[in-house]
Structures are given as structure tokens and as C-alpha cells.
């Protein structure tokens, strides 16, 4: 294997497949067969890159040549970039040996489309096959839906894949009719359909045929860009919610836009990646899915945008005080959840612990809650509690002050006058 | 008897529970249990050596476990954490357990139970970051060695992670603080001690144990990991929270840092 040709590949496809997001290796029920290679479980991260996010799968580009033209991306076809290919060999040698030396969980493999949807998407089923034929992978992989690929090539990634994706990308049809006009919104779709009626017929089939083969048994996932269109929070979190409840995604990511492109259409080179924003976006998902919150709950018409200054179940609940403040000792575990500051996993000591005595102040501080929010919202077995009848700009403004982070300077439009 | 007693057994978990067992015995309301070696007894204290018992240890293990499957994992997760005097909050945690009705729940007011909860949070998490941190190297034995340099004794937990895994590769994971390690030679796992002159962790210098190709998967992978990186995301502190810099000397993409 000539060492250094690989990495030079390896720096320019591993580069242009750093802006997906999902790095998740949960989720899949794969084991080790036959005293073969690997198994999954629930994630390792391996390591963390130097902004700080997860290693956890080996993330390349089968190629960077690509057909389209899509203002966003890296790798469209009017940039000018050094462009690289795998052969497929090459990359089964390099997953193998990451993953013999525990570097990752697997593979997550991507590519530009060349020639056509249906061609690349062969090309990347051709190492995924390749991997559990004949090597006897059995860690995770996962494969990028091609917009547009066939139903019949689909079908046959979910046999090898444990997770399927296709982004998005662009949350409004319109956005992406202004940024990706060569790309159709059906296209997206499509693969999408597929694998999602897949998914529902393995589940059928293999409760009753206990020998069914597999199909991505980490489900599906997408990718919105957050930042590139003018869209609001709103925009993205509806369609977020439409994908988790019509394709049973997994997943959904968001990705605050890095700007790559002097392009007139996306904001300008230099300007900041909105990382708060993106933070303020993956709690509200986080209400969606664990916390028993429904999306109209917390963004509609007049409230289009997330706070960036408070997170969004605080949000909710200074718009909702009639519903506070909760009694720790006897409220039902959907409405402890409900309580600024209390996480589920406070929500399950709380509940343990209850039955053992009624909980104070001390109990709660122990137990590892934030206080300083939490209790403006709660009573507990104490005659200490906030009796006064704030409103919910008064809340706002004492927490606030009670908290230092290290976003303040994001939000804060103020002038400061000696700096 | 309320009395107070030092009990000494042998370091191993099941002469730990023999202790316990004892101690429940004898009725003792605080057992002092310490490891043979380090034993720190008052003037006056008696002692008594225990000789391990795996029927009276099966006893303590069946009688938690009938009450908790989590409070088994607790407590053999907060003994594996070697901290001081764990050995007497252990001994508490049984006896609440043993004497409480509700069966399952967990008192997360008392601060004994909380306590132990806490230890063994911090056990399984060193547990999970050593199944992801453990470098391994290709020697030309064809063996796949790394080292290791746990907080706490976690290489009993990590080993059915491994073994379940790197079934078709011969293994080693050297625990070069507690100088023993695990050898999976492809049917099975043994427990082993090697005569180490030098550390292998993944220094720039190369080491004539190692394969050539080794050499060159490290570079491959260090290249993997810068450029992997967004540049106009760089965030170090929550790099170092994630990636702390005691393990840093033992993973390959940070061997240019340390």
C-alpha cells in the first residue's frame, strides 16, 4: 500500500466530510459473528477533535468530484479545489485497520456524485458489502443516501448499513431552490420513503421470523444547515418535528453554517458560525423527544425565534407561570420534567428518593439541581420558598444575574463602555 | 455487641464480601474492613484476619442482588475505586439496603447511598473511557499491545467489552499503574503480568517491538484527526474537558502535543 498517496486522499476526503455533523455509533443491535471483527453497543467516542466534538466513526468521501453545484457545499463543482477518490479497497484497508487499533466504531462513508446518483450509490454499498462479506465486519457503518438513488439500491444499503442518511440540508423549499437549483426536494425524499418502509417491514418480519436479515437497525437520520437562508427557529424545528413523525428519523442534526464560499446568496466568509444558536436548537430537540413537549409549545407565530439568552424550557415556563410552582413531593413525573433546572436524570433520583422521605432544599442541592433556576418554579418540604409574585421579566432578570456564561458576550447587543 | 472491630482481608472483592458477611455476623454496627498492607489500626482495636470464603462472599452477592441488580453493580463498581475508607462505606450502604422494604428504589437523600452512587459513577466512567482511549500498537508478534493508566481498577470491567469485539486478533491491555494486564490469545482471556523495561505508550520515537506499517496507521490517523477539525470552531477547553490531558501521552493523535 503506497503509504503516502493514502494520506494525501485521506487529508482531502476526510476534510470535506467534516461539516456532517452525526457522528452517532449508537443505536444498532449488530454483534460479533462467528468470531469475526467487531460488534456495536451504545457509542464510544474515541477521541475529540480540537473544536471539540466526538470522533467516533472513521468520516470520509468515497470522491469530492461532484456534478452538482450547490452553493453550500464544499465540494460543489464550481469550487476550486484539489479533488481526490478512493478506490474501494482502500478504504476497507483503512477501516479495518483503524479499527483493529480501537480508533473508531466504524465507518461512516459519504461522496459527491459523480456520474449519477445510482452509480455512486452502488459504489458505496460495493465497500459496505465488501466490509461484512469479506472481512466479517461486524462494527458500525454508515452510508449517505444519494439523492435520487434507485429504490432496488437502497433496499440493498440497508442490508449492510446499520444507519442510512440523507440531509436536507436546507429546512425551506424555497431555500433550496435558491441555493441548490439543481437539486429536487423529491429527490431528498425518495430514499427517504424507502428506507423508512423498510425499516417498518423488518420490524414486522422479524417478529415473526426471528432469521430476517437486518435492515439499518439504527434507523435513519437527517441534517438541517442552520444560518445559511434567513430561516427562523420556528422554520426549522417544524420541519425537524415533520421528519421525526412522518420517516421515524432517529435523528435529526443541526449544523450552524460555516461560511465556505464568497457566494452573494450565504452570509460572507469570516462571519461567525452560530453556535449558540445551533446549542439553543438541539435542546429544543432534546424537549421534543425526552421531556414530553410538543413543538407548538414552545415555538409558533408570535414566538418564531428561541431565546439566546435563556434556554428553552426556561423559556417556557416564564411564558407559562400559571402553571408553577410544582410541588416536588407530589407532582407526576411529566411535570417535574417541566421544571427549569431539573434534568431527567434529577427527575429519576427525585422520584426515587421521595419515597424515603420529603425532599428540601438540601436533598435537592445534593442531588445535583440547578437550584438557582429551579427555584423560582418549586416548593418543597420546607416553608423557604419564593412567596413573592414575580413576573416572569423579573425571573428572567435575577437568574440572569445569578449565572455567568460564557455566551454573554454573544447576546449581550449592549455597548459596554470601557473596552 | 455493638462493638467495634477492624477486619483485614486479602484485597480481592470476594474476601471483601467475606468481611461484610462477617461483619453481619458478629452484628457489628460500624465495621472497620481494611486490605491486608495497609492496615492503619487504633491503639487499642482488635483485629481479625479474614480468610476468604467464596460460600459466605456468594451469600452477600445473592442477598444484594435479590434486593438490587443496581445496588450489585453499585457496589462492585465503588470497590474497584481503591479510595480510602470505601471499604466502611460500602459496609453501610448493605446494611440500609438489607434493612430497607422498598424494594429496588434508591434513597438519593441519604448521603451514604449517595455517596456510593457517586463512586461508582466515576468508576464506570474511567470503564467507558478506557474502552475508548486504549491505543492498541501491532508488535511484530503479531499481538495487538496497549497500555493503559486507569484512575481506578477497571480492567476486570473492560475486559467482556474487548473479548466480544477483538475476537479474531490476539490482544494485550497492560494496566502499567496496578502492573498486571489481560491477554485474550484468541479463545480466551487470562489474567497476566509482564516484565515490562519500558512503557509503550505512543511516543514519537519508534520502538523495534512494533511493525513498520504500525508506524505508518499512527501517521495516517494523526492525519485524520487534524483535519477532521473546523478550524472556526476550535474550542480547546471542551477539547481538554473531553480529552484529559493525564491519558494524553498514550493516544497516537496527541503524542506531538505531550
Known amino acids: 500500500m503506497d503509504f503516502n498517496r493514502i494520506k494525501e486522499k485521506l487529508n482531502i476526503l476526510a476534510d470535506a466530510a467534516k461539516y456532517d455533523v452525526s457522528c452517532s455509533s449508537s ?22 477533535t480540537e473544536d471539540g466534538r466526538c470522533v467516533s466513526l472513521l468520516k470520509i468521501l468515497l470522491t469530492n468530484h461532484c456534478i452538482f453545484d450547490c452553493a453550500y457545499c464544499v465540494t460543489r463543482k464550481s469550487n476550486d479545489i484539489q479533488r481526490a477518490a478512493f478506490k474501494i479497497q482502500e478504504v476497507v484497508d483503512l477501516t479495518i485497520n483503524f479499527y483493529r487499533r480501537n480508533y473508531i466504531e466504524g465507518l461512516f462513508l459519504s461522496s459527491g456524485i459523480f456520474k449519477s446518483a445510482d452509480h455512486t450509490m452502488e459504489r458505496l454499498i460495493a465497500v459496505a458489502k465488501k466490509l461484512r462479506e469479506e472481512e466479517n465486519f ?112 432517529k435523528r435529526v442534526y443541526y449544523s450552524g453554517y460555516v461560511p465556505i464560499s464568497t457566494d452573494s446568496r450565504l452570509p460572507s466568509l469570516g462571519s461567525e ?13 432534546w424537549l421534543l423527544r425526552f421531556y414530553g413537549f ?37 407532582a407526576e413525573p411529566r411535570m417535574l420534567a417541566r421544571i427549569p433546572g431539573i434534568g431527567m436524570g434529577s427527575v429519576h433520583k427525585i422520584i426515587s428518593g421521595r419515597k424515603y422521605r420529603r425532599l428540601s432544599w438540601e436533598h435537592l442541592k445534593k442531588m445535583g439541581i440547578a437550584l438557582n433556576r429551579a427555584k423560582y418554579f418549586i416548593i418543597c418540604n420546607s416553608s423557604d420558598w419564593e412567596r413573592r409574585d414575580l413576573d416572569a421579566a423579573t425571573i428572567k432578570g435575577m437568574i440572569l444575574q445569578s449565572q455567568n456564561s460564557k455566551f454573554k458576550n454573544q447576546y449581550n447587543n449592549q455597548l459596554s463602555l470601557f473596552n | 455487641m455493638n462493638a467495634s472491630k477492624t477486619l483485614v482481608y486479602d484485597g480481592s472483592f470476594n474476601g471483601f464480601l467475606t468481611a461484610v458477611f462477617i461483619g453481619f455476623e458478629h452484628k457489628l454496627t460500624h465495621a472497620d474492613i481494611q486490605k491486608q498492607g495497609q492496615l492503619q489500626s487504633g491503639l487499642f482495636a482488635e483485629t481479625e484476619t479474614i480468610f476468604t470464603n467464596i460460600e459466605k462472599a456468594q451469600r452477600v452477592w445473592n442477598g444484594v442482588r435479590n434486593k438490587s441488580n443496581t445496588a450489585i453493580k453499585n457496589i462492585y463498581f465503588a470497590f474497584l475505586s481503591e479510595q480510602n475508607n470505601m471499604e466502611a462505606l460500602i459496609y453501610r450502604y448493605i446494611q440500609k439496603l438489607m434493612g430497607s422494604k422498598h424494594k429496588g428504589a434508591t434513597d438519593f437523600s441519604d448521603d451514604g447511598v449517595l455517596k456510593i452512587n457517586q463512586l461508582a459513577h466515576k468508576v464506570g466512567r474511567e470503564k467507558h473511557r478506557m474502552e475508548a482511549f486504549a491505543r492498541f500498537q501491532l508488535t511484530k508478534d503479531d499481538v495487538y499491545f496497549a497500555n493503559i493508566e486507569p484512575d481506578f481498577d477497571v480492567l476486570p470491567l473492560i475486559s467482556k467489552h474487548f473479548r466480544n469485539r477483538y475476537a479474531d486478533q490476539q490482544w494485550i491491555i497492560y494496566d502499567v499503574k496496578r502492573k498486571y494486564g489481560l491477554f485474550y490469545d484468541l479463545n480466551t482471556v487470562e489474567i497476566i503480568s509482564l516484565d515490562l523495561t519500558d512503557i509503550h505508550s505512543n511516543s514519537i520515537e519508534k520502538s523495534s517491538a512494533f511493525t513498520e506499517a504500525e508506524y505508518e496507521y499512527q501517521d495516517l490517523w494523526n492525519n485524520y484527526f487534524k483535519s477532521t477539525t473546523i478550524k472556526s470552531r476550535i474550542n480547546n477547553k471542551l477539547h481538554v474537558q473531553h480529552v484529559p490531558k493525564r491519558y494524553w501521552k498514550y493516544l497516537s493523535e496527541k503524542k506531538e502535543a505531550v
Open chain 1, 273 to 285: 458560525v452560530p453556535m449558540l444558536r445551533e446549542n439553543r436548537l438541539y435542546q429544543t430537540d
Open chain 1, 294 to 330: 410538543s413543538v407548538n409549545e414552545i415555538l409558533d407565530t408570535d414566538n418564531p425565534n428561541l431565546d439566546m439568552d435563556i434556554d428553552p424550557k426556561l423559556m417556557w415556563a416564564l411564558r407559562n407561570l400559571n402553571h408553577f410552582p410544582v410541588d416536588i413531593n407530589k
Open chain 1, 27 to 48: 443505536g444498532s443491535n449488530r454483534k460479533n459473528k462467528d468470531n469475526g471483527l467487531g460488534d456495536t453497543g451504545n457509542g464510544i467516542c474515541h477521541t475529540y
Open chain 1, 138 to 249: 461486524n462494527g458500525y457503518i454508515h452510508l449517505k443516501s444519494i439523492p435520487g438513488a434507485s429504490d432496488e439500491l437502497m433496499y440493498e444499503a440497508g442490508l449492510y448499513a446499520d444507519r442510512l442518511s440523507v440531509n436536507i440540508e436546507i429546512p425551506t423549499i424555497s431555500g433550496l431552490k435558491l441555493l441548490a437549483p439543481d437539486k429536487k426536494h423529491e429527490d431528498f425524499i425518495k430514499p427517504m420513503l424507502k428506507v423508512k418502509n423498510e425499516i417498518i417491514r423488518y420490524k414486522e418480519e422479524s417478529k415473526i421470523i426471528k432469521s430476517t436479515a437486518k435492515y439499518a437497525p439504527a434507523g435513519q437520520s437527517t441534517q438541517m444547515i442552520v444560518g445559511a437562508t434567513g430561516e427562523s427557529d420556528k422554520d426549522i424545528m417544524y420541519s425537524a418535528t415533520h421528519f421525526y413523525k412522518n420517516y421515524q428519523m
